[in-house]
Nanobody
Framework: QAHVMESGGNLVQPGGSLRLSCVAS????????MAWFRQAPGKEREWVSH????????YYADSVKGRFTISRDNAKSTLFLQMNKLKPEDTGVYYC?????????????WGQGTLVTVSS
């Protein structure tokens, strides 16, 4: 059974950095494109970024382009999201998933997520 476990969320000041991790199990990680989504309080879940199986081609939402970097370590079945120059509007629960499109409704289930709070 496919399972993902996100971690690395924390309280950080505006302008700060965080690195999120997502450890996958129950499926062949290297065979799937992977994605990060987030859900801010009171808002819909939204796509943030995704990358291909080899970690070569990456895609970002305009709101995070130039500040966030997605990467993966296939040997460790782990997905990362390096977040720099954080803004209060980056606050939310961050989720990783096997990529099935940018629309959250395409996904049948989610992990527990990890909470990122950007505040002074």
């Amino acid at each position: 059974q496919a399972h993902v476990m996100e971690s690395g969320g924390n309280l950080v000041q505006p302008g700060g950095s965080l690195r999120l991790s997502c450890v996958a199990s129950g499926f062949t990680f290297s065979s799937y494109a992977m994605a990060w989504f987030r859900q801010a309080p009171g808002k819909e879940r939204e796509w943030v970024s995704h990358l291909d199986t080899g970690g070569i081609t990456t895609y970002y939402a305009d709101s995070v382009k130039g500040r966030f970097t997605i990467s993966r370590d296939n040997a460790k079945s782990t997905l990362f999201l390096q977040m720099n120059k954080l803004k209060p509007e980056d606050t939310g629960v961050y989720y990783c998933a096997r990529f099935q499109g940018r629309t959250p409704g395409n996904y049948g289930g989610w992990g527990q997520g990890t909470l990122v709070t950007v505040s002074s």
